[in-house]
T-cell receptor, first 109, second 115 residues
C-alpha cells in the first residue's frame, strides 16, 4: 500500500481557472503535512505547510482532513507560472518526510 | 534563508568507479537526507542522518553508503557505480526545532550519469 498517493495528472487548464489537487496518506500517525512545488529539472521547493484548520496563502488554499487522511491544494486564478509538479508530503514524528509522486499541472494561455 | 549546497550539478562517471556526492548546509540543521528521483518513481529516500556520525537506512540503501563526520556535511558514496544508479540525486536538511513540523530544504540536485 502506497504511503502517499496522488493523481499524477497531467491537469491541463487555461489561465484563470481554479484547479484542485488531492492526496491521501495511509499512516494515521502522520503529524505534519506540506505541499512542495517542483519545476522541471529543479529541486522541490516548499510551497506551503498544511494546518489542521486549513490555511491560505494568496491564491493557494490547503486543507487537511485527518479523519479521511486526505489533503488538498486549491489554486485559484491559475497563472502560466503555476505550471509545475506539486508534491504532497507527509511526516511522522522522528522520521524523514514521505513524498507523493506528484501531480503535474500545465496552465496554458 | 537556508542554503543547501551540492558539490556538482552534473557528473559523469564510469561503471565500477567509487563516486562521492557532497552536500553542505549552513543552518546548523540536525537532520540531513539523500534522495534519488527517477521518472515515474518519485523521490526515494536512500539514507538519512539525525546527527554527526549517525546514519539510518532509507528505502533503497543498497549500493550506497553515507558519511556524516561534521554536522554541516553529509556525503553519499556509491561504492562501485552501476548504470542503474544513473539518476538525479537530491540532498535535503531539516531542523529539529519545534518538533516534527519543519519542512525539508533541498539542494539544487546532482544529475549523475554512469556510463
Amino acid at each position: 500500500r502506497k504511503e502517499v498517493e496522488q493523481d499524477p495528472g497531467p491537469f491541463n487548464v487555461p489561465e484563470g481557472a481554479t484547479v484542485a489537487f488531492n492526496c491521501t496518506y495511509s499512516n494515521s500517525a502522520s503529524q505534519s503535512f506540506f505541499w512542495y512545488r517542483q519545476d522541471c529539472r529543479k529541486e522541490p521547493k516548499l510551497l506551503m505547510s498544511v494546518y489542521s484548520s486549513g490555511n491560505e496563502d494568496g491564491r493557494f488554499t490547503a486543507q487537511l482532513n485527518r479523519a479521511s487522511q486526505y489533503i488538498s491544494l486549491l489554486i485559484r486564478d491559475s497563472k502560466l507560472s503555476d505550471s509545475a509538479t506539486y508534491l504532497c508530503v507527509v511526516n511522522q514524528a522522528g522520521t524523514a518526510l514521505i513524498f507523493g509522486k506528484g501531480t503535474t499541472l500545465s496552465v496554458s494561455s | 534563508d537556508v542554503k543547501v549546497t551540492q558539490s556538482s550539478r552534473y557528473l559523469v562517471k564510469r561503471t565500477g568507479e567509487k563516486v562521492f556526492l557532497e552536500c553542505v548546509q549552513d543552518m546548523d540543521h540536525e537532520n540531513m537526507f539523500w534522495y534519488r528521483q527517477d521518472p515515474g518513481l518519485g523521490l526515494r529516500l536512500i539514507y538519512f542522518s539525525y546527527d554527526v556520525k549517525m546514519k539510518e537506512k532509507g528505502d533503497i540503501p543498497e549500493g550506497y553508503s553515507v558519511s556524516r563526520e561534521k554536522k554541516e556535511r553529509f556525503s553519499l558514496i556509491l561504492e562501485s557505480a552501476s548504470t542503474n544508479q544513473t539518476s538525479m540525486y537530491l540532498c535535503a536538511s531539516k531542523s529539529l526545532e519545534t518538533g516534527s513540523n519543519q519542512p525539508q530544504h533541498f539542494g539544487d540536485g546532482t544529475r549523475l550519469s554512469i556510463l
